[in-house]
C-alpha cells in the first residue's frame, strides 16, 4: 500500500499501541472460549496483521455483542473495531467494505405456516432478536408490518423465542443451523434477509486511518489473507466479500 505510515500511525495507535475492539459474542469472528486478551479467531488475526504491517503491539478489548462494542466509540474505548458496517453506526464509526459476509435468515418452530421470507413481515409475526446487532439494524429498517422483540445477544434471542412462542427467530445463518437441531421440527427458511457486511472501522474523524484501513482490507482480500483466516479458523458458512467498487 502507498498511504503515507506515520499520520495514520498517529491517529491508529494514539496511545503507542493499536487498540482492538472485538465481538466476542460472533463465534464466526471470534473462537469461542478465546481469552479476552490473547483471542483466536479471523477478526483477531486480520488485527494481528494489520498490527504487524503498521509496526504496532496490539491490544484487544474484548466486548460481549456488537452493539456494546459499537457504543464504546463514544467512549473512545478501541482504535479500531471489527463490526458490521451498518448505516446507524456510520454516523460515528468510517468502515471499511466489508471482508467477509455472513447470510442472515430466520428460523420458525414446528407446524408454522410461514413458508418463505417474504411471509414473515406480515401483522401478527413476532420476531425475536438481538439488539443492536447488523441484522437487527437491517431488521429495523425494513421490517414494516411485523414486531421486533430485542434480546441482549444472541443466546437471549433464542430463549425468548422458545419461551415466548414466538413466531420467528432471526439470526446469522450459521449460528441458526446449529439452533434448528436443538428445536424438533424447526426449520430455516430459504434464502437470506440480508448478508451481513463484517467490517473494520475507526472512529469518524481520523480520515488518514480510515483510508489506510480500506486499503488494507482489499489487499488482503485480494492476497488470500482472509480466506486464509476462515480457513484456520474452519469457519463453516461464511464468504470473502467482493472487491469493493472502484
Do not use: C
Request: charged share 25%; proline share 7%; hydrophobic share 45%.
Amino acid at each position: 500500500m502507498t498511504t503515507e505510515i506515520s499520520p495514520v500511525r498517529a491517529e491508529l495507535a494514539p496511545t503507542g499501541k493499536l487498540r482492538v475492539g472485538i465481538n466476542h459474542g460472533n463465534f464466526l469472528l471470534v473462537t469461542p472460549g478465546s481469552s479476552a486478551s490473547d483471542p483466536r479467531g479471523v477478526a483477531p488475526d486480520l488485527a494481528r496483521e494489520l498490527g504487524q504491517r503498521l509496526g504496532l503491539p496490539v491490544e484487544f478489548s474484548k466486548f460481549e455483542t456488537a452493539g456494546t462494542l459499537a457504543d464504546a466509540v463514544r467512549t473512545g474505548a478501541w482504535d479500531v473495531a471489527f463490526l458490521g458496517a451498518e448505516p446507524q453506526r456510520a454516523s460515528e464509526i468510517a468502515f471499511t467494505a466489508a471482508y467477509l459476509e455472513i447470510p442472515a435468515t430466520y428460523l420458525v418452530p414446528a407446524g408454522s405456516p410461514i413458508r418463505s421470507i417474504a411471509d414473515v413481515d406480515r401483522d401478527g409475526v413476532r420476531i425475536a432478536v438481538s439488539e443492536k446487532s447488523a441484522y437487527e439494524l437491517y431488521l429495523s429498517r425494513n421490517i414494516k408490518h411485523a414486531r421486533l422483540v430485542l434480546t441482549r445477544g444472541i443466546d437471549a434471542s433464542l430463549e425468548a423465542f422458545v419461551t415466548q412462542k414466538l413466531e420467528v427467530l432471526s439470526g446469522l445463518r450459521p449460528r441458526l443451523l446449529m439452533d434448528v437441531e436443538k428445536l424438533p421440527g424447526a426449520r430455516l427458511l430459504d434464502g437470506q434477509f440480508t448478508a451481513v457486511q463484517q467490517a473494520i472501522g475507526t472512529p469518524k474523524a481520523r480520515e488518514a486511518a480510515a483510508r489506510y484501513l480500506r486499503a488494507f482490507v482489499e489487499e488482503v482480500k485480494a492476497s488470500g489473507l482472509v480466506a486464509e483466516a476462515i480457513s484456520r479458523n474452519d469457519v463453516q458458512g461464511v464468504s470473502v466479500a467482493p472487491p469493493a467498487p472502484d
